[in-house]
């Protein structure tokens, strides 16, 4: 069965405290590894794809980086309005392009 | 996000009566999805549409019926609404099989008195 299991749940740092949040999955035939982010009262907005270990992707602050059993979204130097809800899912050969969701970080940031 | 309207945005209801919630796109993608957000479950799959009048379940389709008469409407409807179902739905779209993400829209917040 997919799975897909996030850590830590939540996450409290300070401004300018970089730290990683974990992505830990079992897929069959991994098509894609998918970070988003949500605020509070809002869909979740894309911010990745990632789809061969090794690879890695860089938005500002963020970077995702994925091997073969686990993806982390490194915060360096994060500002309070990095605070948010930080969502992973993957799709495989065996869902049909169905995406799993992990239960998310919540990640705040005091200034 | 622009291209992805849902409706209503906040809907009380009570437990026994039908709902139905709205899903529109103009970004003409093919695939559209119905996902419900729990605290402690995450985003499930309710039922997803890969063309007109093509649907499926997800992990979570008891109680649920879907409908896709145009390309760019997806329906969801609670036949018999029960307080088990007040959740956070989200409607997504893709214009290939989620190979490359979905776009979401911001959510039906519903509840079942």
């Known amino acids: 069965e997919d799975q897909v299991t996030q850590s830590p749940e939540a996450l409290r740092l300070q401004e300018g405290e970089s730290s990683s949040l974990n992505c830990s999955y079992t897929?069959?035939?991994?098509?894609?590894l998918f970070w988003y982010r949500q605020d509070p009262g809002k869909g979740p907005e894309f911010l990745f794809t990632l789809y061969s270990a090794g690879e890695e992707k860089e938005k500002e602050r963020l970077k995702a980086t994925l091997t073969k059993k686990e993806s982390f979204l490194h915060i360096t130097a994060p500002k309070p309005e990095d605070s948010a809800t930080y969502l992973c899912?993957?799709?495989?050969?065996?869902?049909?392009?169905?995406?799993?969701f992990g239960q998310g970080t919540t990640l705040q940031v005091k200034p | 996000d622009a291209g992805i309207t849902q409706s209503p945005r906040h809907k009380v209801t009570e437990t026994g009566t039908p709902v139905t919630l709205r899903c529109h796109q103009t970004e003409n993608h093919r695939y559209m999805y119905w996902y419900r957000q729990d605290p402690g479950h995450g985003l499930r799959l309710i039922h997803y549409?890969?063309?007109?009048?093509?649907?499926d379940k997800g992990e979570v389709s008891d109680g649920y019926s879907v409908s896709r008469s145009k390309t760019e409407d997806f329906l969801l409807t609670l036949e018999s609404a029960t307080s088990s179902q007040t959740s956070v739905y989200f409607c997504a779209i893709s214009e290939y099989q989620g190979d490359y993400g979905y776009t979401f829209g911001s959510g039906t917040r519903l509840t079942v008195v």
């Open positions: 899912a993957v799709t495989g050969s065996g869902n049909t392009g169905k995406l799993i």
């Open positions: 549409s890969y063309g007109v009048k093509d649907t």
């Open positions: 897929v069959s035939g991994l098509r894609g």
